[in-house]
Nanobody, 125 residues
Framework: QVQLVESGGGWVQAGGSLRLSCAGS????????LGWFRQAIGEEREFVAA????????TYADSVKGRFTISRDNAKNTMYLQMNSLKPEDTAVYYCAADSAASTQLAIKKTLNYWGQGTQVTVSS
C-alpha cells in the first residue's frame, strides 16, 4: 500500500504560480503511474495530468496544456505539479493519485488504486 499527502495549495492571483507536491509513504511510488486530478465546487472530479513510472511519458488535459508541468522524483518518493499562468477556473481541490495501470490510462479509468486527501487551490481574478 501507499499513502499520498498533497501540499502546496493556497491562494494566488490570476496569472500567478503555485507548485503542488504529493509525497508518498509506504510502498515506493516508483511502482505506480501517478496523476493529478481536481474537483471544483459543484463539479465532478476531472483529470489534470499524469506521469509514467519513470517520468518519460506525461499526459495533460487540454485545459492545462502549456501552463502546468507534472514531474516526479522517485528517489524522494514525491510528485509535483508546477502551475503557471493560473486562471480563476483553475480553482479547485487538487488530488494526487497512484495506480498500477499505465499512465495513459489514468485519465479514463473509473477508479484508481490510491488517493491523497486533497489540497485547495484558489485563484482570484
Amino acid at each position: 500500500q501507499v499513502q499520498l499527502v498533497e501540499s502546496g495549495g493556497g491562494w494566488v492571483q490570476a496569472g500567478g504560480s503555485l507548485r503542488l507536491s504529493c509525497a508518498g509513504s509506504g510502498r515506493a511510488i516508483s511502482t505506480y503511474a501517478l496523476g493529478w486530478f481536481r474537483q471544483a465546487i459543484g463539479e465532478e472530479r476531472e483529470f489534470v495530468a499524469a506521469i509514467s513510472r519513470g517520468g518519460g511519458t506525461t499526459t495533460y488535459a487540454d485545459s492545462v496544456k502549456g501552463r502546468f508541468t507534472i514531474s516526479r522524483d522517485n528517489a524522494k518518493n514525491t510528485m509535483y505539479l508546477q502551475m503557471n499562468s493560473l486562471k480563476p477556473e483553475d480553482t479547485a481541490v487538487y488530488y494526487c493519485a497512484a495506480d498500477s495501470a499505465a499512465s495513459t490510462q489514468l485519465a479514463i479509468k473509473k477508479t484508481l488504486n490510491y488517493w491523497g486527501q486533497g489540497t485547495q487551490v484558489t485563484v482570484s481574478s
